[in-house]
């Protein structure tokens, strides 16, 4: 099994969300997350003081997945976020060893 | 007495500690870090509770006492517990009683703005400590001597609702506060912004609607002298805010939230000294010159002397206080739209008159406060140490955390 | 001049500027996505601040000036800058100041009720502008014809603190507006929800204790029919939650927070234009009529006709304040508690005007605001770009964040 | 009837609705888990709009109606629906109306409080149909009792804003449905924190303020007496948070936000029923021997006896109530400052009867909220499951989310 | 070493980390996420609009295990986070090439 | 490729994040979590009840870093985040199968 990690922007949550359904996974994790990257964070000014807030907010999308879909997802997650703008994001894929689904035990691929 | 004034004044008391409680609070603790904003609200409501106290042990006594041979200087202390004073006592046209309640939310305003110098690095004790000390022998005196026929009421300064009284002193304490206390950690370039801009809005608003009781209370009835003060007063809020949105606009091309309610504020300070003088044009006047050079004058503490007054109580209260103090002399003329001056004064007389008032209240301001600092300073902790700041006051002097999500 | 009726209107005039700063705009701002939050309470207190300054300038002038041959258009111009007012001028019991700045509180919260129409999506140079032409062509000559001795005041025309004057004009110009601006992405099916209810509840809290300045304070007086205003404006607003909770549980077989509050203000819009025409039935069945109604008129815009007036300013205000205004004509009857029409006024002629009164402030309030809006559209951008819109408006349009935790 | 009055309880009214509506609402709500928050919220909001029905429909004719051969125990129903009262009626000094609706917020404060028992875990329809027949069988027959020329009146109770009438009935009452409803899952030791005590900041300055109306309004006019009574509200306000703080900082070495304010309300509930007999010294004991005591007894509660009157509120309310009305019999007394006992009445027979009027409106709320409790369990469900308390009550009472960031 | 992230809902949380305290875990690390998986959303209705909330308010648990103690673990959890209803959450199981504790720059197990 | 995980004291994100600068890292993401740990929690004290808050505010650092990078990126993090007290944090050091730029569609090390 694969992990995959995908920081992306926030209004693409849902556009990800959907695509992902769209290659058959049907559970995912999301969390708020800061990003630093070349998209440069804002310059915020409160009564003249500058303030450099160098993260930028996103969303880390985490879904397990059968080996044999994971191009698939990383492909949807890809389509999906991408905006053709500076601060996309990333996919980061990594092996998955066990996934265990608490309420049944079940383990593998059943899990997912 | 007077029902309708007593029935005012006892709404404008209200309104004047609204101001503080929870209006200046929450001004303040959106501007900090998350992890420092009890600790702000927490200064605010300390301030308020043990300086009533105070005020009612002494500080009213010294401030609108009989001092008999020393009336000039401050009142004395024959009205110690409101001795004497019992539900049938009257000053003026109200009930002594609601007097000294209305005087007492002055009191308890006054040291409140101070927090703004010192907030995110200071020892809560010392805080306590310090209020009391300052209203006692700086606060009350000036007021004496401006409202309570001391010196300065004799010179015929103009100072209707606490140009000099309140926004002089407590700016001018504020940054000698902050030169003693030094910078926060990572000021000027790495501070974190204000986590709430939000609440510092309520606040905001809370404030102009309070400032109501605080300037059109001034007049102690209800009558036209407060319709017109409330008039001025919020002319000089709303005119405020525009002109430092527009120098934001300006300079930054963006009009913050947080930049309209300053300006707010600094238009609010700026038309309080005024507000029993000047009729609407002064206050559209006030307000616009209050956003623009407190605006100004922020920007110069901040970047050219590097010092920490932190939510800017001296550019904002200090100077607007000042400067309205100032200008009252010049629109208090009725060509101006005003009530005009007292007989046989002239407007530079006047003006000298205010210049010298502030002068010697920013003085004996700075000088007290810097004195009364250090002498605490000797026996009670004044700023926390670097771990309690960087983890944040609210764990550090009050145990307590302002937000529990998970 | 009374003391009395001054120190009311006085505490009304806090209490009616309280309800929009911050009253009307936490309302707002909590059932906004986290990223607008701060630009609904820009909106607000933009508005506050840019209106109280046309107010001065020309629009009190145009609304309670001396029209001469024109009085029964407007106004005319004699007042602009309070010219001639000082602290003697007197308006009925209370000085003019006071009524003028009374009435300014009224001027500020009908635009700032249009923000619910427009959140997360509008330029805010376009609200601004909008907001001042809006009040001076529609807000400042529909007070004229009803409250400052105008054709409709002439007609006969009930409305007592502001149905047709505030709800209407406010709630058929954020249809209108609505319209033209078109629906926030996602609308109506993939929204997010309100961010924050209990910001919207303690808003809410603040309109209604508000309302009391607005309605009991529209008596001009501290007296009877203050108290009665006060009450049937009470028993409105209680009634209102409930009918609307009623109507969630038969629904839905739940009661939220935002749906109790929302009741409240349709109660209170309702009654507002037979607040002091009314006896406790009056205000009671006045309160479930809005309820049940604007509840049914906010399902039906957004469900049947898909138009994003966000925050249901039509349904609430503008539906409320029609329905208030024409059963102001039945409940005034002395047999169902009121105070009685008018000496040889009939019920159905009572009706009559009322619903013309309605229909040509309707008109001219839809007509204005699309020729207002095209034509400030010709050089002020409408709708931010949707890069903006998804980001948020707060850093797009205002370079601030709401929420700074991290 | 007396314009002046008339003002200030105007303003009054909508002083003490401002406590409940949003004052007390967000002082309980900073309490509880961020899952609950809107729940609490929703408990006072909808408490105040069904007993508003309430109270014109019956409770008030019951409190204040004449109950003729029955006047000792009940007022009758001569009153309901406001019969007979028009906007010439007077009530001494005011219009009828406005008394009504300045005792309506009375009304819907005291089963206000009694949220603070249940919260995080009753079932939203318990709470409704508890508050409505509570109001009818316990609030409004003390009311009457106390000041509606009942029988305790005539023994010549002093209670004059509501130490026994608001507090006694709502603590013991609150212990009660605590003790019956059972504990929150995880007290005591394992309870989520409050989730935001800057909310309750903001809550406890809205009360501060509020009670201002609350008790310097009981005094029905804009006079010396009310004057007096503000003074010593706030100072009995000031010196129960200092007292609770330094509590704190003995046992716990910080004094922390939350203390500080429930110190507050402590002293506020102690100084109710004795503010219009005491002078500032009176108010000063008050305060601190309310701050005292009502903290032994939070700690008692809850660490000896194990109850879960979650936001405590018979420890601060029930039991600064009593110890107010009894230390009245003291500080009435003119050598402490007091405005005099009746003539003939000794200290010690004032005493007994404030101990006699505490105890049996203590019984009385006591078995007549076990009997109401009851009944009303045996068709409406009394707790949630557990499933939804753990959830929370926001979502599984009400459908909505207090926080939504993502 | 193993690495541990337990997706679980949050009210488990306090019984989880009993749970692992009790096989000898001495540290973990949790974040609020939200899920989306069998169990649905809620649809929250606001003035009679429905909003249609996917995401489900979830914990996750992460917690470093010497290889010894993984599958303890990971039943641990299980077993704690257990409710028999949908939406009781996952378990991931990873492998962990090196862990360092940064007061003392420990490596390997005795980071943990 | 590596992916590293460290969680530090809140305070020290913005010196890590300058730490990694310097070695040459570009990017990264961050997250707030709690951690449990032998640093122990807040013991707050609420009208005389006390709440034992076990949970201690940290940060998660996250980057993905190329193989020759990774030991100079651990060491930046040590120091950077270490100031000798209990509960400074760990850092966990995972094998990264693949990086994608969501922008670019890039992977690998070009990737990050
Ligand atoms: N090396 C990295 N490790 C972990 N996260 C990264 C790394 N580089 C970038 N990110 C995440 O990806 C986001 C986008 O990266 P950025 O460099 O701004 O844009 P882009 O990938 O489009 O060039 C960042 O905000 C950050 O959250
Ligand atoms: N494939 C997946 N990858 C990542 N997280 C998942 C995955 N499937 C489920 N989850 C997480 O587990 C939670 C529970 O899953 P759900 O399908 O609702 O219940 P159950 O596992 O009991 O059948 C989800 O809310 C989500 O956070
Ligand atoms: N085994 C573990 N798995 C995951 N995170 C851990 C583990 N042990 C510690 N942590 C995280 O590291 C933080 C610091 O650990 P702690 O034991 O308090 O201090 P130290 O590492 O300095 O001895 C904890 O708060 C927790 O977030």
Redesign the interface.
């Known amino acids: 099994m694969k992990f995959i990690v995908a920081i992306v922007k926030p209004h693409k949550l849902d556009d990800v969300r959907e695509a992902l359904t769209g290659v058959g996974v049907e559970g995912l994790t999301v969390s708020e997350v800061k990003g630093y990257g070349r998209q440069k964070g804002q310059t915020e000014i409160y009564r003249g003081a500058e303030y450099q807030v160098n993260f930028v907010p996103k969303v880390k999308v985490e879904v397990a997945v059968d080996d044999a879909v994971a191009d698939n997802a990383v492909e949807a997650i890809r389509q999906a976020a991408n905006t053709e703008k500076i601060g996309d994001g990333k996919i980061f894929v990594f092996e998955l060893q066990q996934a265990v689904r608490i309420r049944t035990g079940e383990t593998g691929g059943s899990a997912l | 007495?007077?029902?309708?004034?007593?029935?005012?004044i006892?709404?404008s008391?209200?309104?004047v500690?609204?101001m503080t409680?929870?209006g200046l609070?929450?001004f303040y603790?959106g501007?900090v870090r998350?992890q420092n904003?009890?600790s702000v609200?927490?200064n605010c409501?300390?301030i308020?509770?043990?300086i009533?106290?105070v005020w009612?042990v002494a500080a009213y006594s010294i401030a609108f006492g009989d001092g008999g041979g020393a009336q000039q200087w401050w009142g004395g202390l024959g009205k110690t517990?409101?001795s004497g004073?019992?539900?049938?006592?009257?000053s003026g046209t109200?009930?002594?009683?609601?007097f000294?309640?209305f005087q007492?939310t002055f009191a308890i305003i006054t040291p409140a703005l101070i927090v703004g110098a010192y907030v995110e690095r200071i020892q809560?004790s010392f805080v306590l400590v310090f209020s009391v000390v300052w209203v006692l022998l700086v606060y009350a005196p000036v007021v004496h001597w401006v409202w309570g026929s001391g010196f300065l009421a004799d010179m015929g300064v103009i100072d209707f609702a606490g140009g000099i009284v309140v926004h002089v002193t407590a700016g001018v304490s504020a940054l000698v506060l902050a030169m003693m206390l030094g910078k926060r950690r990572g000021f000027?370039?790495?501070?974190?912004?204000?986590?709430?801009?939000?609440m510092t809005?309520?606040g905001?608003?809370?404030l102009?609607?309070g400032w109501?009781?605080f300037n059109?209370g001034s007049a102690l009835?209800?009558?036209?002298?407060?319709?017109?003060a409330?008039?001025v007063t919020?002319?000089a809020?709303?005119?405020g805010?525009?002109a430092w949105?527009v120098m934001?606009l300006v300079l930054?091309r963006?009009?913050?939230?947080?930049?309209?309610?300053?300006g707010?504020v600094a238009g609010l300070a700026t038309i309080t000294p005024a507000s029993g003088s000047v009729?609407?044009?002064g206050g559209?006047v006030l307000g616009l010159a209050g956003g623009v050079i407190c605006?100004t004058v922020?920007?110069m503490i901040?970047?050219r002397f590097k010092i920490d007054d932190s939510l800017?109580v001296f550019a904002v209260h200090g100077v607007g206080g000042a400067l309205g103090t100032l200008l009252a002399a010049i629109f208090v003329s009725t060509a101006l739209?005003g009530?005009g001056l007292a007989d046989g004064v002239t407007m530079g007389g006047q003006l000298g008159v205010q210049a010298v008032g502030i002068i010697i209240v920013a003085i004996w301001s700075a000088v007290l406060t810097f004195i009364i600092a250090k002498l605490i300073g000797t026996f009670v902790k004044f700023r926390v140490s670097e771990e309690d700041e960087?983890?944040g006051l609210d764990?550090a002097?009050?145990?307590?955390?302002?937000?529990?999500?998970?």
Chains 1, 5, 6 share one sequence.
Not at chain 2, 1 to 8: E, N
Not at chain 2, 221 to 228: K, Y
Not at chain 2, 254 to 262: C, D, Y
């Open positions: 007495m007077s029902g309708a004034d007593t029935a005012w006892l709404t008391t209200a309104l500690l609204f409680l929870p609070a929450l603790a501007l998350a904003v009890l609200l927490m409501f300390a308020a509770c043990v009533s106290i009612l517990f409101l004073v019992n539900i049938d006592s009257v109200i009930p002594e009683s609601l000294f309640m007492m809560f000027p370039n790495e501070l974190q912004p204000p986590h709430n801009p939000g809005m309520i905001a608003a809370m102009w609607v109501f009781g059109a009835a209800a009558d036209g002298a407060a319709g017109m409330m008039t919020h002319i809020a709303a005119s805010a525009i949105s934001e930054y963006k009009a913050s939230l947080i930049g309209a309610v300053t707010m009729g609407p044009i559209l605006f922020t920007q901040k970047q800017d739209g009530n960087v983890q764990l002097m009050h145990g307590e955390r302002g937000y529990h999500n998970l």
